[in-house]
């Protein structure tokens, strides 16, 4: 059975802080990397955002999710578990949206492992976003990938 | 053969064809259907999308069953 991906909301501190709770038990790893996608407050010409809507297919994400995590796995030997969650629906500037959480026995692949699994999430995750402007116009905005 | 076909819409391409969700009868190929949708919703055409058929990314014209589910994907924004 796959994890869950995609959570109804922004991903608040109770949610990172439970997830980072569970790490205490996995004694025999040295590093784990965090990464915490923000909506940020972009201003595009007169107009300021206040959130992002974010949708996404749900079905084909749980599977590409799986997809990204098996290729992770497979790159970094020293990598042993990779957590995604991606926020949908409304999450308000300022919030948390992506929650990535890299384990592995040494910092060095935990940390590279991590960045790969970000990109890999905004190259293949089939997740839309809606900016609301705060004169509550929107846009479809897309990923500009690395 | 005629074949049943759920269509699904996301993003910008929701908000354009004003529905996220679309049952086809009588398709009788992928190109029959491509037809049927473009007919619906001309302004797609302003669109850049992909296309899967049952979660997969289709890069040339599937082979169709019936009930399968076709998506209607912009560029991804994740993250």
Redesign the interface.
């Known amino acids: 059975m796959a994890d869950t991906v995609l959570i109804n909301g922004p991903i608040t501190r109770e949610i990172i802080s439970s997830r980072i709770d569970l790490l205490s038990q996995k004694k025999e790893l040295g590093g784990h990397s965090i990464f915490l ?1 923000q909506v940020r407050a972009d201003v595009k010409g007169i107009r300021k955002v206040k959130a992002i809507e ?4 749900e ?2 994400a749980g ?1 590409e999710a799986e997809v990204i995590k098996k290729a992770i796995l497979e790159e970094f030997s020293d990598v042993k578990s990779v957590d995604i969650l ?1 926020a949908t629906g409304k999450v308000m500037a300022g919030e948390v ?2 929650l990535i959480l890299v384990s592995a026995g040494h910092r060095q692949q935990a940390m590279a492992a991590c960045s790969k699994t ?1 990109e890999l ?10 900016e609301i402007f705060e004169d509550n116009t929107h846009e ?4 500009h990938l690395a | 053969m005629f074949m049943e076909i759920n269509v699904l819409f996301f993003g910008v391409l929701a908000e354009v064809t004003q529905t996220t969700f679309r049952h086809y009868r009588n398709i009788e190929s992928f190109s029959d259907l491509l037809h049927r949708i473009q007919d619906e919703f001309p302004e797609m055409i302003h669109y850049n999308y992909r296309i899967a058929v049952n979660s997969e990314i289709i890069n040339e014209d599937p082979e169709l069953k019936n009930m399968d589910e076709v998506a209607f994907m912009p560029p991804f924004a994740g993250g």
């Open positions: 996608g974010y949708s996404a297919y079905e084909m599977k991606h949206s992506l970000v999430i905004k190259e293949k995750l089939p997740v839309w976003k809606k479809w905005a897309q990923n």
